[in-house]
Nanobody, 124 residues
């Protein structure tokens, strides 16, 4: 059974940094693309960042380019989202996603597996 667990969320001030982690189990995730999405109440879950199976290719939403960085752990079954220069607009529940398809997905329905989410709150 596939299981994704996010951690690292919290309450920070504008300009601060946070690093989210997503630990994957139940499969060999070394060949899986992984991504981060975020959602606020009443809105669709939106794309934040993605990384391919090798860690060599990444993709970011325009709103986070230059501030957020996605990476994979050495064991490939962990993915990180380093978030710098946080803004109140970054406040959301952040979700980790994974899929065995080749490439980088930036649409919610591209991913088959999802975590339960971690709350990030940025105060002004």
């Amino acid at each position: 059974q596939v299981h994704l667990v996010e951690s690292g969320g919290g309450l920070v001030q504008a300009g601060d940094s946070l690093r989210l982690s997503c630990a994957a189990s139940g499969r060999t995730f070394g060949n899986y693309a992984m991504g981060w999405f975020r959602q606020t109440p009443g809105k669709e879950r939106g794309f934040v960042a993605a990384i391919d199976w090798s860690g060599g290719s990444t993709n970011y939403a325009d709103s986070v380019k230059g501030r957020f960085s996605i990476s994979r752990g050495n064991a490939k079954n962990t993915v990180y989202l380093q978030m710098n220069s946080l803004k109140p607009a970054d406040t959301a529940v952040y979700y980790c996603a994974a899929d065995s398809k080749y490439g980088l997905g930036n649409q919610r329905d591209w991913y088959a597996y999802w975590g339960q989410g971690t709350q990030v709150t940025v105060s002004s």
